[in-house]
């Protein structure tokens, strides 16, 4: 049996359809970038949310680049991110010129906390930038409290985790302003690139919604000079068909991660995903295993047809393009482990039992 990462199947049954069927209407529209289809999936998204604004842009990355720009952040400021995250945080950081600073993350969630944070805060940091990794939201609580005692922007970068939520509240509504990506095979996940920014104040929300837009403040007026990062229609129709079915499309995220978890229990040294309490919601973009025999167990799960992925195979420190920040090997020992020893199995909506089964059945051949 062939069992792939990731692939689109129609779930739940009819979205597939519907989809198609909102890309064929869009086009007939005539108005592909911008216009009502945008504005009507960014209300949408707002409410499902629980409030904001949210501005559609081009892509995950733009939506950090601009909530940074609208903070006014640039040289001379650090902005504290995950050491074990996504390199398009980090590079949205350096890319409006300021400092990334890497934290370790929490052991068991894989997510930075006040914990790990306040060791590597200086009198140049401005913001603090989590990533709710894999799909589980941060310890919110102890980050709000810890960017108020100090006076830190709190932007979250919520690309993996549309969703989820943390003590009933959707992420990507705590943050001063917020950023995530519907990267095709993100939980939310558009025909192509899209992203937005979301954000609860309103003079942040004016300045991204001019800035993504060169800087239009009515037509061919033009109050600063901006950048053109738009969500098109195309887009904004797939994500509305899709974000109908949010819910239902994280609900079997859970119940597949709830499987893997009841049938993995005590085999060989996996190490399970954990989640920090009932307050972090988890929604699972990733399931991600770890196990010392990580490089034995991919080619075996290869060879078996199985395709799995790791995320992230080398920690930003250590790659060519951050040596200029200073670190060395040793520096994230946990972020190192967890580089070596992660490993993501394939789950996705509408994966069918026999090919969990099969995926199962493999990884416990291989233990034994
Ligand atoms: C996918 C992702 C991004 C970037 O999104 P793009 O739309 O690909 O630019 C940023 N941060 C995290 C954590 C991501 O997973």
């Known amino acids: 049996m062939q069992v792939p990462f990731f692939t689109f199947r129609d779930f739940p049954a009819g979205l597939q359809p519907r989809v198609e069927e909102a890309l064929v209407q869009e086009f007939r529209k005539n108005q592909l970038i911008l216009g009502p289809s945008v504005t009507r999936f960014e209300q949408e998204f707002g409410r499902y949310l629980g409030g904001g604004d949210v501005i559609g842009v081009g ?6 680049v601009l909530s940074l720009r ?10 504290v991110v995950p050491a074990n995250g996504y390199i398009a945080t980090i590079n949205a950081v350096q890319q409006v010129g300021a400092q990334p600073v890497f934290a370790e993350p929490d052991h068991r969630t894989y997510n930075i906390t006040a914990a790990t944070v306040l060791p590597v805060l200086t009198d140049r940091t401005k913001v603090v930038l989590p990533i709710h990794l894999y799909g589980q939201s941060c310890g919110m609580e102890d980050l709000l409290t810890l960017c108020q005692t100090r006076q830190l922007a709190l932007v979250e970068d919520f690309a993996q985790a549309q969703g989820a939520r943390y003590k009933g509240q959707c992420v990507g509504t705590f943050g ?13 996940g558009a025909a192509g690139d899209g992203g937005a920014v979301v954000t609860q104040d309103k003079t942040l929300a004016e300045w991204v919604r001019q800035y993504h837009n060169y800087g239009q403040s009515k037509r061919y007026e033009y109050a600063q000079a901006g950048v053109n990062s738009r969500l098109d229609s195309l887009q904004a129709a797939v994500l509305s068909e899709k974000l109908f079915s949010l819910d239902e499309l994280n609900a079997e995220r859970k119940r597949l991660a709830a499987l893997y978890h009841q049938h993995l229990t005590g085999v060989g040294d996996v190490v399970l995903p954990k989640v920090a309490s009932e307050d972090t919601g988890h929604i699972y973009h990733l399931y991600v295993i770890r196990t010392a025999r990580r490089d ?3 080619r075996f799960l290869q060879e078996k ?37 992660s490993l993501s199995l394939p789950l996705f909506p509408g994966m069918t039992e026999a090919e969990q089964a099969y995926v199962l059945e493999q990884l416990q051949a291989f233990f034994n």
Do not use: C, M, W
């Open 59 to 64: 892509n995950g990355y733009d939506a950090l």
């Open 70 to 79: 609208a903070l006014g952040i640039g040289p001379g400021d650090e902005v």
């Open 176 to 188: 001063k302003i917020n950023a995530t990506s519907f990267y095709p095979t993100k939980n939310l």
């Open 296 to 298: 034995d167990l991919q």
């Open 305 to 341: 047809g199985i395709q799995t992925l790791v995320h992230y195979p080398v920690p930003p420190h250590l790659q060519p393009a951050y040596q200029g920040l200073g670190y060395r090997a040793g520096d994230f020992p946990l972020t190192e482990e967890l580089a070596a020893t």
